[in-house]
């Protein structure tokens, strides 16, 4: 491969035709490149008098950030196809990189477009790529990829397979809705999002745009939508009182009555809050005989009111 | 019967291609492209291809053999185990079931029969040597209905020859077919036991594709029965919806219309639970299905189980219909805790369960 230095103005960018990374450059690679340029070539193919960027996306981002005119490029030589060079692509990324769900649906779509059998991306890529070696998973991610408006909060939230598959199952309208709202939620509250919207669309027979136009649920989306992520936990725990109403309403009932116990100080009360063990534990801490006397007296009479028999009512409900 | 419909080809492992029972299966399916493999990989490979591997894995025939045949029945740890034993002659299954654990348990398993099944008098020497229990019971249908591929292989009358005059020692054949022709024509075994898994119609309907209708499957229990054989009911699992009780009763009322009690060996309970894997496999193959919709809790193994004061209620429930036809006693759970277990059997005095809980030790 010709090492060269090439004008930044002469990549066009616009074309994406190899690019499958999903992240930013990170402060780090802003200053390095700001401060001595690019030190590792990027690689580029010429095509009609200019350079389409094959890898280096986060270094050109960079250095364009930096302001510089110049950078080395390492020339694909004529000849290589469009899968030939891909493949150098992914595989110079491949022993760094953690891909996220978001870029393999992107790698896979590449070689698919690139003219790989989807045999072939079966047997030899997939089980790399740490997913299912299965039609179905091409299936998956290819109809994940054709959702570009989508891949930055999939990228961001780190799904699984799992995830990708039931928002795939939502219609084109509750998709937008579910990825607008996406990013008052961490990556754990993501996925149980849109499981639990799953099961309510199911459910109520209702689209997701009719569930979240809810009393209830409605000012709290209008929150998250005027950029007040903290309304997120307050959905997640609408949500979920909605899809697990028994057992929600039995703990709101446990814990109440757990503060009408009066316990010793320094002890601490503890139950099972799926509800399948029906014991308490209790935590007492004790620095001294005198203290564990006085505590477990304190306990002792309190076990004399009726509270602790209504708990383990409630307990063995 | 009905799945040979759907077959779509037959691999036979080179092993056994010369076997008797290959050439009869192949007899019985003359039409079918015949595939010689050297491996299951072969046939996976093939699978991995396939839009819907699960639906796929039933339309192939897998003719094979297996080393072992016997293993403990994986009761979920933290569960009161019935000390069931499998006898695994099958893998995988034609019936599609939308609650079906061997949608997630099996990974590109093709419909299997292990031809060899004469190598299993050996092993049941050995472990009918090795047991100390009072009570054994063995069963064929963990990793597939006992029946559904039977007119193929003559595993039941096979297997209950073998079982024959071993007291106490129980061979159950667990289906959701009304297939027991062969059974109907050697002389009942006291200690062979046709089981029918039970539903209510709707959920028969909506959730059992290709299994025997509920009318179908009393029917055959009762000429089962009737011919002189001990006969097992299993609810499981028991969906949780909005008219569970009435519908159950009903299928109850029905069971107990044609089956006399004194046929019946044992009655198990089971809710529906599932692991997190089977939800998402089943959601994407029975987008209709609402089962796993419904209020759930991640219980001590991981798995999905409606909350405990649902299965509670639901048991008791089941458990007073039964006793109204005096049959409280056939009753036992299955997969479930011992706090499930206290509030459906009861303390005795000393606030310990009940004793003997399972039916067949009383």
Redesign the interface.
Same mark, same amino acid.
Request: charge should be positive; aromatic fraction near 4%.
């Given at each position: 491969m010709e090492l060269r230095r090439i004008n930044l103005g002469d990549i066009k960018l616009e074309n994406r035709r190899y690019k499958f990374t999903l992240d930013e450059p990170s402060r780090k690679l802003l200053t390095s490149i700001r401060e001595s340029g690019i030190t590792e070539p990027v690689k580029v193919k010429t095509e009609e008098g200019g350079y389409i960027l094959a890898s280096g996306w986060k270094r050109v981002a960079a250095a364009l950030a930096a302001g510089l005119k110049e950078i080395p490029a390492q020339i694909f030589p004529g000849g290589l196809t469009d899968l030939n060079i891909f493949k150098l692509v992914f595989f110079e990324n491949y022993p760094q990189e953690d891909f996220s769900l978001a870029e393999k649906a992107l790698i896979i779509k590449k070689f698919l477009e690139f003219g790989l059998k989807?045999?072939k991306l079966? +047997?030899e890529f997939l089980p790399g790529l740490e997913l299912p070696? !299965? +039609?179905?998973t091409i299936?998956v991610l290819n109809r994940l990829s054709d959702l570009d408006w989508a891949l930055p909060e999939v990228h961001r939230g780190r799904w699984k397979l *799992?995830t990708a +598959?039931?928002f795939l *199952?939502f219609p084109p309208e509750g998709q937008r809705l579910i990825i607008n709202l996406a990013g008052a939620f961490n990556h754990n509250q993501q996925a149980e999002f849109i499981d639990l919207l799953?099961?309510l669309q199911?459910?109520q027979e209702k689209e997701i745009t009719a569930i979240l136009a809810e009393r209830e649920i409605e000012p709290l989306v209008q929150e998250i939508r005027g950029k007040k992520p903290q309304a997120g936990d307050r959905l997640m725990t609408v949500l979920r009182e909605r899809?697990?109403?028994?057992?929600n309403q039995?703990n709101r009932e446990i814990r109440q009555k757990i503060k009408q116990i009066d316990l010793p100080e320094k002890c601490c009360l503890s139950y099972d809050k799926?509800? !399948?063990?029906?014991f308490v534990s209790l935590n007492l801490m004790a620095g001294t005989e005198e203290e564990l006397v006085a505590a477990v007296s304190h306990l002792s009479n309190s076990l004399k009111t009726d509270q602790w028999s209504s708990l383990f009512r409630l307990l063995?409900? | 019967m009905f799945w040979f419909k759907q077959l779509k080809k037959i691999y036979v492992d080179r092993q056994v291609k010369n076997s008797a029972l290959v050439k009869k299966i192949l007899d019985h399916l003359p039409n079918l492209p015949v595939r010689i493999v050297s491996s299951l990989e072969e046939i996976q490979d093939e699978l991995r291809l396939a839009p819907d591997p699960v639906s796929e894995s039933k339309r192939m025939l897998f003719l094979t053999r297996e080393k072992y045949f016997i293993r403990p029945c994986p009761c979920t740890p933290g569960c009161v185990s019935c000390d069931y034993w499998t006898l695994d002659l099958n893998l995988n299954c034609p019936l599609d079931c939308s609650y079906c654990i061997l949608q997630a348990y099996f990974n590109h398993q093709p419909l299997t029969i292990a031809v060899n099944q004469e190598e299993i008098k050996k092993e049941l020497e050995v472990f009918f040597s090795r047991q100390n229990k009072s009570v054994i019971r063995l069963g064929t249908g963990e990793l597939g209905d006992s029946l559904a591929l039977d007119s193929l292989t003559g595993q039941a009358v096979f297997l209950a020859g073998l079982l024959k005059g071993r007291k106490r020692s129980f061979l159950e054949l667990k289906t959701k077919t009304a297939y027991v022709e062969p059974l109907i024509e050697i002389s009942p075994s006291e200690n062979l036991v046709l089981s029918w898994s039970l539903n209510t119609k709707r959920i028969i309907n909506s959730e059992e594709a290709g299994s025997a209708s509920l009318e179908e499957r009393l029917a055959t229990a009762a000429r089962a029965a009737k011919y002189g054989y001990k006969v097992g009911f299993h609810f499981d699992p028991i969906i949780y919806y909005s008219t569970w009780e009435k519908d159950y009763e009903e299928v109850i009322e029905e069971l107990f219309k044609q089956v006399p009690v004194e046929a019946i060996a044992w009655v198990s309970l089971g809710t529906l639970r599932f692991p997190a894997k089977l939800k998402e496999i089943a959601r994407a193959r029975f987008p209709h299905s609402l089962i796993y919709e419904a209020e759930f809790i991640q219980s001590w193994d991981g798995k999905f189980r409606y909350p405990r004061p649902v299965r509670v209620k639901v048991y008791k429930r089941i458990k007073e219909i039964f006793e109204t036809h005096n049959s409280g006693d056939r009753l036992y759970l299955c997969m479930e805790s011992s706090e499930v277990w206290r509030d459906f059997k009861g303390q005795n005095k000393k606030g310990k369960p009940e004793a003997s809980p399972f039916p067949w030790l009383i």
């Open positions: 989807s045999e079966i +047997r070696p !299965e +039609r179905q299936d *799992a +598959r039931l *199952a799953f099961t199911q459910r899809v697990n109403p028994l057992v039995i799926s509800l !399948e063990k029906t063995g409900k | -």
